[in-house]
């Protein structure tokens, strides 16, 4: 059987949007779709419940994530950064400015790419 017809997330779109937008599209449906590791349990049960928020079919853990992934680079980074910063805090007074010129970089390449 030849392989006329094809399958994939974007059949429904066809020739629309064009070849980059539609792979573009593909990397982030199956990254969309797949379950993803809950941070709470350890389960392979964690499905988007919308834009966003993320949840835990095995302990209902609910959760704020990125929109197509529950964890980003940049959250990781935030989270990162904001440890660092109250880290900072107690450990020394004067924080250097080193953590906040990386997070700003980060920011940058995210949003250009
Ligand atoms: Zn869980």
Redesign the pocket.
């Known amino acids: 059987m030849p392989k006329t017809k094809k399958v994939g997330p974007t059949r429904g779109l066809g020739v629309r949007y064009g070849s980059t937008v539609r792979k573009r599209y593909i990397k982030v449906i199956t990254e969309l779709r797949k379950p993803h590791r ?1 941070s ?2 350890g ?1 392979v ?2 499905k988007r419940v919308s834009v966003g928020i993320w949840k ?1 079919r ?2 209902a ?1 609910t959760f704020a994530g990125g929109a197509y992934t529950p964890t980003t680079k940049l959250g990781v980074v935030a989270r990162r950064a904001a440890k660092g910063a109250v880290a900072e805090e107690t450990a020394k007074p004067v924080a250097t400015t080193d953590s906040t010129v990386d997070v700003e970089a980060v920011a940058e390449e995210e949003t250009t790419d």
Do not use: A, G, M, P
């Open positions: 809950c709470q349990c389960f049960r964690v835990c095995k302990c853990y």
